[in-house]
């Protein structure tokens, strides 16, 4: 059974910091590139930071370029984003997603977990 398991969301002051993780169990996660996704009630879910299956390359969102990391461990199934300098545009539900490497088809969505910036 594919699970995407996000944790670390919450409530936080702007300019803080939180870390999310995904723990990913049921796939070969060596062979997925993994990614965070948000989305924002009312709007389209947005990429935020992917990360290539071995780790070797990553990009981010314009409005993230700076503020976040991305990272994994293909060890432990575990993919990282680290949050810092977090502001109130970032309110969101922070979604991991996986994608084979090869067959890009083959997609697998967490459920999500809230983050809110506010004072």
């Known amino acids: 059974q594919v699970q995407l398991v996000e944790s670390g969301g919450g409530l936080v002051q702007p300019g803080g910091s939180l870390r999310l993780s995904c723990a990913a169990s049921?796939?070969?996660?060596?062979?997925?590139?993994m990614s965070w996704y948000r989305q924002d009630p009312g709007k389209e879910r947005e990429l935020v930071a992917g990360?290539?299956?071995?780790?070797?390359?990553?990009n981010y969102a314009d409005a993230v370029k700076g503020r976040f990391t991305i990272s994994r461990d293909n060890s432990k199934n575990t993919v990282i984003l680290q949050m810092n300098s977090l502001k109130p545009e970032d309110t969101a539900v922070y979604y991991c997603?996986?994608?084979?490497?090869?067959?890009?088809?083959?997609?697998?969505w967490g459920q999500g977990t809230q983050v809110t910036v506010s004072s």
């Open positions: 990360i290539t299956s071995t780790g070797g390359s990553t």
């Open positions: 049921g796939f070969a996660f060596s062979n997925y590139a």
């Open positions: 997603n996986a994608q084979h490497r090869v067959k890009s088809f083959i997609r697998y």
